[in-house]
């Protein structure tokens, strides 16, 4: 059974402050990554995916993977408001015929406090 | 590009009603899911069709979902009859697939079905 843990929240940090968010899957056969930030009543939209081990950065926004710690994270830098949602972790894996399959974990409700 | 397209919107049945959902994937993307989200819950995988052929339906209920993709493009998933644990949104999203892309899934808006 594949599973994406998250801590569900809420984590609350101050505007301009870094907001940092994890979670660990358990499928080592897990091939690459996704978070994606859900707003309230709206469906998933992609923020970043990951493939290799270490940082990879995208605006305000860094991925870190450890595969042989099997972590995940996300770090968001300089806060908004407008950062408030739900962040949701994904684990793929190729699920045969050249397509993929994501697990996704419960996720994380972030509040930016202005 | 048109994004990926479901309808309706909303839903709102009496238990053991049934109930259809339609989904129209990205032009091109060969792969579709049918995801279930509880309120409070990451998206659950349903069915992944790729084309017109099922990849994975182990976690779909049988005795009471079904899906098809037929022409494999747009699809449908039905409930039959409908229980109230089956109130959820239910997501589609539609992929190019690991090799012709990233692997990303694209969602629709969502069917957000009561069932009282």
């Known amino acids: 059974q594949k599973e994406v843990e998250q801590n569900s929240g809420p984590l609350s940090v101050p505007e301009g402050a870094i907001a940092s968010l994890n979670c660990t899957y358990s499928?080592?056969?897990?091939?690459?990554f996704f978070w994606y930030r859900q707003y309230s009543g709206k469906s998933p939209e992609l923020i970043m995916f990951?493939?290799?081990?270490g940082d990879k950065e995208d605006g305000r926004f860094t991925a870190q993977l450890n595969k042989a710690s099997q972590y995940v994270s996300l770090l968001i830098r300089d806060s908004q408001p407008s950062d408030s949602a739900t962040y949701l972790c994904?684990?793929?894996?190729?699920?045969?015929?050249?397509?993929?399959?994501?697990?996704f974990g419960k996720g994380t409700k972030l509040s930016v406090i202005p | 590009e048109a994004g990926v397209a479901q309808s309706p919107r909303y839903k709102i049945i009496e238990k053991r009603q049934s109930v259809a959902f339609w989904c129209n994937p990205i032009?091109?993307?060969?792969?579709l899911y049918w995801y279930q989200q509880i309120l409070g819950q990451g998206p659950k995988l349903l069915i992944q069709f790729q084309n017109n052929g099922v990849v994975d339906d182990s976690q779909l209920p049988k005795d009471r979902f079904s899906a098809e993709r037929l022409k494999g493009v747009d699809s449908t998933l039905k409930i039959q009859p409908a229980k109230l644990e089956d109130s959820a949104v239910y997501l589609c999203?539609?992929?190019?697939?690991?090799?012709?892309?990233?692997?990303?899934?694209?969602f629709g808006e969502g069917s957000r079905l009561t069932v009282l």
């Open positions: 499928d080592r056969g897990s091939q690459s």
């Open positions: 032009s091109g993307h060969a792969t």
């Open positions: 994904a684990a793929g894996w190729d699920s045969g015929a050249g397509s993929y399959q994501l697990t």
């Open positions: 999203a539609s992929s190019l697939g690991r090799t012709a892309g990233t692997g990303e899934l694209f």
């Open positions: 990951i493939y290799s081990n």
